[in-house]
């Protein structure tokens, strides 16, 4: 029983590590004061850095992402009207002419996305390169007086041509990128929508693996079912 044990404590601990990829781990080079909370988001490997003034109601964030390719897109939204992404206020950081700059655009539906100011003010925007292939976009936006809850959409994209961010892909990790954020409880890690259910690898619940958010919690999944098989080969052989 205490080989067990020994052995559950094994397994625990080499699945660990995929936790310990979270936001509060991240620094960042252009903040000078560190932003007040950190959410890790449920898909896409993204994570948003945010302080919100409650005296002036504005928001400034620093959202990390990596592009679906080096010369992709990733992109942070807030939606005014409704919880998806049509509708969304979005900020884009993507390569134009060479160099890395965030567009503003107004995703009035799936089919158009027209660069244009946002429904509410933003300044200070600006996108950097961060580590491992990460992108950087660092903001400070006008929220609706005395707002609780915001509805938040991210995305990433493998592709920009002439300077606009083509289509994304629409597998579960794309269409889950979306969630409330609440600006007066600190944050827990948002759960994703529809949580993978523990051995059914490759049932229609479980999201592709080949981002890294989903494909940490696939192998979470499969570390934590072979945690399982060795307890009871284990457990049998006593
Ligand atoms: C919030 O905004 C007000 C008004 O601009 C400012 O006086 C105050 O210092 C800000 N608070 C923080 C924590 O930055
Ligand atoms: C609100 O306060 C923040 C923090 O002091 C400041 O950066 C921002 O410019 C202010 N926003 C507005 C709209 O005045
Ligand atoms: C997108 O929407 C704007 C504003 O309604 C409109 O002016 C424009 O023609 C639309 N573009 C396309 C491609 O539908």
Redesign the pocket.
Known sequence: MALAVVLLSISVLLISPAHSLTCTSQRLTNNK?PY?SCLDLPTLSSYLHY?Y????S?LSIAFVSTPASPDGWVAWAINPTAKGMAGSQALIALKSSGSLVVKTYNIISYSNLTESKLSFQTWDLKAESGASGTTVIYGKLKVPEKAETLNQVWQVGAQVANGHPMKHEFKQANLQAKGPLNLVKKPGSLTPASAPTPGTPGSPGVPSPDRGGQSMIRANVVGLFMGLVLFLVTVSAL
């Open positions: 004061k007040d302080t003034n409650a005296t002036n504005s």
